[in-house]
């Protein structure tokens, strides 16, 4: 798998934190301790979450080897298919958070990275390096976790969340594709 695949995947898996750090931004009074502390957590979790799949992706390696493309096709294309709808479900109450809370933070951070974990479980068909994704992922999420906090405290009244969701899941059925190709 290419630096850019891996790059693009990263993208779409932050599109969820990205996609809650509007949410972050809309609905509070961020300081830059505070968006420092969101995106820390987001990407480290994104990024760890990944090895933890590939490590369980490794045990499955061997016994399925020759559908390798296949089975990283269907999780792509799962996770993929789960963010678009994810992105038309009215979400709006379960959506309310206080970040000033570590406990909040954490949950958050996990229930985003869940996909990252199945994608990981992906990375364990492939031959790939794992530390080098692992950090793409944590910068990227990083990024884009910051960003998305200072979108949803300038632009929020847009609603932009649902929109990043709804890329995310795109961009994972991309590349999903793109193991069939190989």
Partial sequence: M???EIII????????SFAVSLVCGIQNCV????ILKIA???SLFQGAMPFFGWLLGGVFLQSFQSYNNYIAFSIFLLIGIKMIYDSFKD???NRIFLIDN???IIGL???TSLDALIVGMSFGFLNINIIKTMLIIFIITFIFSIIGVRIG???GHLLLGKKAEFVGGLILIGIGITQLID
Avoid: P
């Avoid at 995947?9 to 969820?16: C, E, N, P, Q, S």
């Avoid at 300081?31 to 505070?34: A, G, I, S, V, Y």
């Fill in 2 to 4: 290419s630096t850019l």
């Fill in 31 to 34: 300081n830059w301790k505070e």
């Fill in 9 to 16: 995947i990263a993208v779409g898996l932050a599109m969820d």
């Fill in 109 to 111: 951070s996990i229930a």
């Fill in 40 to 42: 820390f957590f987001f």
């Fill in 153 to 155: 405290e300038k632009y």
């Fill in 102 to 104: 570590l406990r909040v």
């Fill in 91 to 93: 979400s709006s109450k």
